[in-house]
Nanobody
Framework: QVQVMESGGGSVQAGGSLRLSCASS????????MGWFRQAPGKARELVAR???????QYAESVQGRFTISRVNADKTIYLQMNNLKPEDTGVYYCNVDYGVHNYQYWGQGTQVTVSS
């Protein structure tokens, strides 16, 4: 069982910044991707950004240029720096770990991000 532990989040005004952190347990060699998803009220969960073990990065188009994901392999930790936040970024942000040859999905408990206009 892989543990996924998130921190960060909170409430800011539009244009502000927040930083999320996520740490994972497990074997670093078995982590395929680590990333962030979000879910707004009444909407489906969607990918925000993720990073592969190779270092490749994928961003949702809506956050491109405003959010930056980074990874510290030795600590099995990722960060999501969110700048120029918009009200539509509001939602619960979940850290995700894709693990092992069978691509097991592990999720954090979620952290609330609220952006007011």
């Amino acid at each position: 069982q892989v543990q996924v532990m998130e921190s960060g989040g909170g409430s800011v005004q539009a244009g502000g910044s927040l930083r999320l952190s996520c740490a994972s347990s497990g074997n670093i060699l078995s982590i395929n991707t680590m990333g962030w998803f979000r879910q707004a009220p009444g909407k489906a969960r969607e990918l925000v950004a993720r990073v592969w073990s190779t270092g490749s990065i994928q961003y949702a188009e809506s956050v491109q240029g405003r959010f930056t994901i980074s990874r510290v392999n030795a600590d099995k930790t990722i960060y999501l720096q969110m700048n120029n936040l918009k009200p539509e970024d509001t939602g619960v942000y979940y850290c995700n770990v894709d693990y092992g040859v069978h691509n097991y999905q592990y999720w954090g408990q979620g952290t609330q991000v609220t952006v007011s206009s």
